[in-house]
């Protein structure tokens, strides 16, 4: 079955340390985003990607780096620089936007905590 | 002012209610609309896409009024199980499909 994985589902994190985020999608899909979630809040970009090698930065996208080399993946790198990491990350792709839908489909998220 | 903007609840009614959310929007050039679901600590997942003349599915009906730039989600009849976050989203025109969540309102049925 297609989908989006991302993994680990639990991340602990020191503080002063990068952590990568996986996302992998055999959906074929051409988009991908990075979104992050705080108790009580919706979700708010991080990062997105259109096409492989090419990406742009969402509204939160300090202190977080990313890289699209493959259609299929798209990491996202927490790093020291993003002071209040703690949160969850959820990963999205969907079909490309000139076909007029919006289908998105989610990964299952991974929840870091700073320790 | 934030983008897309809930009531955050909590809700709390019977199971049998009919329970109502609204949501407001800014920006006019808001194109596609949706209501998604989050149980806790779980991935956001659509219930409905919202049309300008409204739709329904099953004992959800959305509503979107674009003159006053809001989103309505009746749901009749209220099961246990749909406690939940709702999450009002919506799409800009020309903006690459980015989702804009709002905060979500949560809903609580007890029996």
């Known amino acids: 079955d297609g989908g989006i994985t991302q993994s680990p589902k639990y991340l602990f994190r020191k503080e002063g340390q990068n952590v990568t985020l996986s996302c992998e999608q055999n959906?074929?899909?051409?988009?991908m985003y990075w979104y992050r979630q705080d108790p009580g809040q919706g979700l708010r970009l991080i990062y997105y990607?259109?096409?492989?090698?090419?990406?742009q930065k969402g509204d939160i996208a300090e202190g977080y780096s990313v890289s699209r080399e493959k259609k299929e993946s798209f990491p996202l790198t927490v790093t020291s620089a993003q002071k209040n990491p703690t949160a969850f990350y959820l990963c999205?792709?969907?079909?490309?936007?000139?076909?007029?839908?919006?289908?998105?489909?989610f990964g299952s998220g991974t929840r870091l905590t700073v320790v | 002012r934030k983008e897309v903007e809930q009531d955050p609840g909590p809700f709390n009614v019977p199971e049998g209610a009919t329970v109502a959310f609204n949501c407001t929007y800014s920006?006019?050039?808001?194109?596609?609309f949706f209501w998604y679901r989050q149980d806790c600590r779980k991935e956001p997942k659509l219930l409905m896409s919202?049309?300008?003349s409204g739709n329904e599915d099953g004992r959800f009906t959305a509503q979107l009024n674009r003159a006053s730039q809001y989103i309505s989600l009746l749901i009749r009849d209220s099961k246990l199980s749909d406690s939940a976050t709702y999450l009002c989203?919506?799409?800009?025109?020309?903006?690459?499909?980015?989702?804009?969540f709002g905060q979500g309102t949560t809903l609580q049925v007890k029996p």
């Open positions: 919202v049309y300008s």
């Open positions: 920006n006019s050039a808001s194109q596609s």
């Open positions: 999205a792709s969907s079909i490309p936007t000139g076909t007029g839908k919006v289908g998105y489909t």
């Open positions: 990607s259109q096409i492989v090698n090419d990406f």
């Open positions: 959906l074929n899909h051409d988009a």
């Open positions: 989203v919506v799409t800009i025109s020309g903006n690459t499909g980015k989702l804009i």
